[in-house]
T-cell receptor, first 114, second 115 residues
Framework: QQQVKQSPQSLIVQKGGISIINCAYE??????FPWYQQFPGKGPALLIA?????SEKKEGRFTISFNKSAKQFSLHIMDSQPGDSATYFC?????????????FGKGTTLSVSS | EAGVTQFPSHSVIEKGQTVTLRCDPI?????LYWYRRVMGKEIKFLLH????????ESGMPNNRFLAERTGGTYSTLKVQPAELEDSGVYFC?????????????FGPGTRLTVT
């Protein structure tokens, strides 16, 4: 049973466009929702994260939107650039239990065309 | 500050052989995790160390996998004997002992291919 569902599996966006990746979770005990960015041959790098006490968090061109009632969160990449082409993973865990494992979505491969 | 390092970056072995993967966490990080991504699937948790103690090994697939963290520094993950389904990318991650203990930083991974 997959606890974090991510969509779409792949995404092609034109340079300057908005990339949107969606995730849904099931476990209401989750209270930490990070997004990781992975380039080929590299490990996942922490990009941005949100807690459920806020509905939105913005860092530069990256924004997380969070809907607690729907148990959904999404990553928006504004003004997408070719350098943003990578695989993006959403994840969830519980901060209360220190060291709790991250539960990942299956990943979204983003290609930004120039 | 150096990041999480893993060795080797790639390993190709035959079914039945043994392979040992190594992870060096960020200095001072007491929490160390192992994850695995099989092609096309999600990154899945294998186990979690706090210093040298196994805190959670619920994700370990079977007893062919043995993880150690002697001295609470680097960790090794041994697969013996390797099977075809063990192929995938093995990631190590670490997080600090205090403060944002939930922020996990990943290494570049070891790609294991079992033929």
């Amino acid at each position: 049973q997959q606890q974090v569902k991510q969509s779409p599996q792949s995404l092609i966006v034109q340079k300057g466009g908005i990339s949107i990746i969606n995730c849904a979770y099931e476990n209401t005990a989750f209270d930490y929702f990070p997004w990781y960015q992975q380039f080929p041959g590299k490990g996942p790098a922490l990009l941005i994260a949100i807690r459920p006490d806020v509905s939105e968090k913005k860092e530069g061109r990256f924004t997380i939107s969070f809907n607690k009632s729907a148990k959904q969160f999404s990553l928006h990449i504004m003004d997408s650039q070719p350098g943003d082409s990578a695989t993006y993973f959403c994840a969830a865990s519980s901060r209360v239990q220190a060291g709790t494992a991250l539960i990942f979505g299956k990943g979204t491969t983003l290609s930004v065309s120039s | 500050e150096a990041g999480v390092t893993q060795f080797p970056s790639h390993s190709v072995i035959e079914k039945g052989q043994t392979v040992t993967l190594r992870c060096d966490p960020i200095s001072g990080h007491d929490n160390l995790y192992w994850y695995r991504r099989v092609m096309g699937k999600e990154i899945k948790f294998l186990l979690h160390f706090v210093k040298e103690s196994k805190q959670d090994e619920s994700g370990m697939p079977n007893n062919r996998f043995l993880a150690e963290r002697t001295g609470g520094t680097y960790s090794t993950l041994k697969v013996q004997p390797a099977e075809l389904e063990d192929s995938g990318v093995y990631f190590c991650a670490s997080s600090p002992r205090q403060g944002k203990t939930y922020e996990q930083y990943f290494g570049p991974g070891t790609r294991l291919t079992v033929t």
